[in-house]
T-cell receptor, first 113, second 114 residues
Framework: EPEVTQTPSHQVTQMGQEVILRCVPI?????FYWYRQILGQKVEFLVS????????KSEIFDDQFSVERPDGSNFTLKIRSTKLEDSAMYFC???????????FGAGTRLSVL | GDSVTQMEGPVTLSEEAFLTINCTYT??????LFWYVQYPGEGLQLLLK???ADDKGSNKGFEATYRKETTSFHLEKGSVQVSDSAVYFC?????????????WGLGTSLAVNP
């Protein structure tokens, strides 16, 4: 069964460093998403992406965040200058249609020290 | 704004016990409702969904009915197994416009003992 793949599974970084979280969505899907879950809190929507542009973003997704689909298969989330409060599990998801079911990867645990 | 409230965990049951995990929501209009499950070390997997009032979603012995009058979508299973041990998330997606984001409950951890 096709699946969403995220790498790395765990990323440790120093505060102020840039990180790139990588995702390979399901191949025929057109809509892509990032969510995050800070430990003990709810999963929160960050951004959705379609047709090579952001279609919706939350207030969390400020100028420190960016997304890109650099080629036909990868979808990345970049955090330019990480803060301690960026420590969380980051989930990538994709869907075939805008209102379709979202399929999730296993997540990347980001630890900012 | 839209929100989802789930019963707090952890929930610990013996094998073959009956499971209920409560979920209520606040939303404008008529959202779609989902239960996702996260097994240890894995991603969020869709368990079941319902898109309109009185719909019943079901999968792997789990069921949930979309109750508009009580704004609820409680998850039930008649007889749990050890393999059902996981974290269960209730979520909604509003129908308005191009809104595609999922809004999540806090998650309920379930442990089933043999």
């Amino acid at each position: 069964e096709p699946e969403v793949t995220q790498t790395p599974s765990h990323q440790v970084t120093q505060m102020g460093q840039e990180v790139i979280l990588r995702c390979v969505p399901i191949s025929n899907h057109l809509y892509f998403y990032w969510y995050r879950q800070i430990l003990g809190q709810k999963v929160e929507f960050l951004v959705s992406f379609y047709n090579n542009e952001i279609s919706e973003k939350s207030e969390i997704f400020d100028d420190q965040f960016s997304v890109e689909r650099p080629d036909g298969s990868n979808f990345t989330l970049k955090i330019r200058s990480t803060k301690l409060e960026d420590s969380a599990m980051y989930f990538c998801a994709s869907s075939e249609r805008g209102q379709g079911i979202q399929y999730f990867g296993a997540g990347t645990r980001l630890s900012v020290l | 704004g839209d929100s989802v409230t789930q019963m707090e965990g952890p929930v610990t049951l013996s094998e073959e016990a009956f499971l209920t995990i409560n979920c209520t929501y606040t939303a404008t209009g008529y959202p779609s409702l989902f239960w996702y499950v996260q097994y240890p070390g894995e991603g969020l997997q869709l368990l079941l969904k319902a898109t309109k009032a009185d719909d019943k979603g079901s999968n792997k012995g789990f069921e949930a009915t979309y109750r508009k009058e009580t704004t609820s979508f409680h998850l039930e299973k008649g007889s749990v197994q050890v393999s059902d041990s996981a974290v269960y998330f209730c979520a909604l997606k509003a129908r308005a416009g191009n809104n595609r984001k999922l809004i999540w409950g806090l998650g309920t951890s379930l442990a089933v003992n043999p």
